[in-house]
């Protein structure tokens, strides 16, 4: 039995649209989009204005220091300069769990919630934000704990520190229920409300804001503070922004019977077998060590991380492995990301995009650069650019169909761009940030430029598509081992095409002391 559980692609997108009501008669019949939101802070529109982003952020507190919260306090440096928060997902570590939220994220970000001088009194699924905060969910807000694993997790500690680091990766007796967790946290849970004549008080009182495509749900500060959807968008100074649910387009197809086939199938179960063995090595490890002692407790942290990455590669391998037949893929999304993209370059008031998701297309990250799916999302996100490149044609001139391109899921912080890949996805700005208070990865040594095998010639023709030009992640061995953690503050010049001032911020602990590590900004 799997630890964690990964619910299928078809489950995701069912409930969470039973959650928000999805085009259900009284909603349509209003004329309500529910995947634009209308930010309504009381501040003028301005073509120049600064907003945070973190990401893979939610745990609790690493043995005897807290990253998240060392992050949080630098975060409030720039908050009242900053317009908005963006998290590119996993909210809350290990699975999602709604008993949770208080230790993983309310009390760390209690300064940026309502009432957060007293957030032991804030209920997870009541939170009001005192400044937009506009997340998408990660891979661990849907992860779900087996009943038998979350009774085992309460037992004795005897029993905990046999099982290891998996029940102290913030496991309590329950998971996400598919999601559950984050869709009643951030999403406007209209499930909830049963009786017709509340649910038309409630729609005609939170969605009444207009947009291009109908009416649409008024984002309000301290007064409304949810979101319409999982996935969803909103404009800020010209700008479009297009939150994206990867979960659900992030699944690999299925390896071909061919001979081709057979030999990837051979290097899976052979990396498969390779991170269980040292899974249990760890395991051993981690048992022998006293976490009451100071000079074992960080090596425990760094065990904990290296037994998570093997989890990752593990669960990532076996989604590969287990594909079969016709692969569940979230279209409505997808074409709906297509559509508004289009639509987005005609119209005249906009003049930039930027996208924001979990999985990275593009990544050096140690673990994520080769997983099935980083390439998944890659052809994904290719298929709809190359589409709205052919409708927008000579609109575009010669620049990139977006911006900037956020991401997560990688535990680092990392700048790419692509260079001439073959797709409409060339010469993009990509940005992880993924370094906000979990486990720290490494780079790659596999170098600094990303590369692919040219289409119809085997073993030649490679080509470069991206390059690596920033990456602030773990490094060093024993006491000099670096943990940077990090978030950024970009700054939003006027201007068509507009320019992004990206200042990183970095928190580093280093031989069990904290300190600010200056990096120096530069613009895109």
């Known amino acids: 039995?799997?630890?964690?559980?990964?619910?299928?692609?078809?489950?995701?997108?069912?409930?969470?649209?039973?959650?928000?009501?999805?085009?259900?008669?009284?909603?349509?019949?209003?004329?309500?989009?529910?995947?634009?939101?209308?930010?309504?802070?009381?501040?003028?529109?301005?073509?120049?204005?600064?907003?945070?982003?973190?990401?893979?952020?939610?745990?609790?507190?690493?043995?005897?220091?807290?990253?998240?919260?060392?992050?949080?306090?630098?975060?409030?440096?720039?908050?009242?300069?900053?317009?908005?928060?963006?998290?590119?997902?996993?909210?809350v570590y290990l699975v999602g769990s709604?008993?949770?939220?208080?230790?993983?994220?309310?009390?760390?970000?209690?300064?940026?919630?309502?009432?957060?001088?007293?957030?032991?009194?804030?209920?997870?699924?009541?939170?009001?934000?005192?400044?937009?905060?506009?997340?998408?969910?990660?891979?661990?807000?849907?992860?779900?704990?087996?009943?038998?694993?979350?009774?085992?997790?309460?037992?004795?500690?005897?029993?905990?520190?046999?099982?290891?680091?998996?029940?102290?990766?913030?496991?309590?007796?329950?998971?996400?229920?598919?999601?559950?967790?984050?869709?009643?946290?951030?999403?406007?849970?209209?499930?909830?409300?049963?009786?017709?004549?509340?649910?038309?008080?409630?729609?005609?009182?939170?969605?009444?804001?207009?947009?291009?495509?109908?009416?649409?749900?008024?984002?309000?500060?301290?007064?409304?503070?949810?979101?319409?959807?999982?996935?969803?968008?909103?404009?800020?100074?010209?700008?479009?922004f297009f939150a994206l649910d990867s979960n659900t387009f992030n699944f690999p197809l299925p390896l071909s019977k061919d001979a081709e086939g057979e030999a990837n199938r051979r290097i899976l179960e052979k990396r498969r077998a390779e991170a269980r063995r040292q899974q249990q090595e760890i395991l051993q490890t981690m048992n022998s060590l006293n976490c009451d002692r100071p000079e074992e407790a960080e090596r425990v942290d760094d065990l904990r991380t290296k037994l998570e990455q093997l989890e990752e590669i593990e669960k990532d391998v076996d989604k590969h492995l287990n594909a079969r037949g016709e692969v569940t893929i979230d279209w409505e999304q997808l074409n709906w990301l297509q559509e508004r993209l289009i639509e987005s370059w005609y119209t005249d008031s906009v003049r930039g995009r930027i996208i924001y998701l979990h999985h990275p297309p593009y990544v050096t990250e140690e673990t994520k650069w080769y997983q099935s799916q980083t390439l998944a999302v890659r052809d994904r996100l290719r298929e709809v650019l190359d589409e709205v490149a052919k409708a927008v044609g000579n609109l575009a001139g010669d620049r990139p169909l977006v911006d900037l391109v956020l991401t997560g899921h990688a535990h680092c912080l990392e700048y790419l761009r692509t260079m001439n890949t073959g797709y409409a996805d060339s010469h993009i700005n990509w940005i992880i940030c993924g370094g906000s208070g979990y486990s720290l990865r490494r780079q790659r040594e596999e170098g600094l430029e990303i590369t692919e095998q040219l289409e119809n010639s085997p073993g030649k023709g490679?080509?470069?598509?991206?390059?690596?030009?920033?990456?602030?992640?773990?490094?060093?061995?024993?006491?000099?081992?670096?943990?940077?953690?990090?978030?950024?503050?970009v700054d939003v010049r006027s201007g068509t095409p507009p320019k992004f001032l990206i200042r990183p911020f970095v928190a580093e602990r280093y031989q069990q002391q904290w300190h600010e590590t200056q990096v120096k900004p530069f613009e895109i």
């Open 1 to 91: 039995m799997e630890f964690v559980s990964d619910p299928p692609v078809w489950m995701k997108i069912q409930k969470m649209k039973q959650r928000v009501r999805w085009q259900e008669p009284i909603i349509v019949k209003r004329g309500i989009d529910q995947t634009q939101l209308v930010i309504d802070d009381g501040q003028e529109d301005q073509p120049e204005y600064s907003f945070l982003v973190i990401g893979d952020s939610g745990s609790s507190a690493h043995q005897e220091h807290h990253p998240q919260r060392k992050i949080a306090e630098l975060m409030l440096q720039h908050r009242d300069d900053c317009r908005f928060v963006l998290h590119t997902g996993d909210v």
């Open 98 to 240: 709604s008993e949770y939220y208080y230790t993983n994220f309310i009390e760390p970000y209690r300064e940026f919630l309502v009432n957060g001088q007293n957030p032991q009194t804030i209920k997870y699924d009541r939170m009001l934000f005192n400044q937009p905060f506009l997340p998408v969910p990660g891979n661990h807000d849907y992860y779900d704990l087996p009943l038998v694993y979350g009774l085992l997790a309460q037992t004795a500690l005897p029993l905990r520190r046999l099982f290891g680091s998996q029940f102290d990766f913030d496991a309590g007796l329950h998971g996400s229920f598919q999601g559950q967790g984050y869709a009643k946290a951030f999403l406007d849970y209209l499930l909830d409300i049963d009786n017709r004549e509340q649910l038309e008080k409630h729609l005609d009182r939170y969605y009444n804001a207009n947009s291009q495509t109908g009416r649409c749900l008024r984002y309000q500060p301290k007064e409304f503070t949810r979101l319409p959807n999982r996935y969803y968008s909103f404009r800020s100074g010209g700008i479009d």
């Open 462 to 489: 490679v080509r470069t598509v991206a390059r690596s030009l920033l990456f602030i992640g773990r490094s060093g061995q024993g006491y000099h081992k670096r943990r940077p953690y990090s978030f950024l503050r």
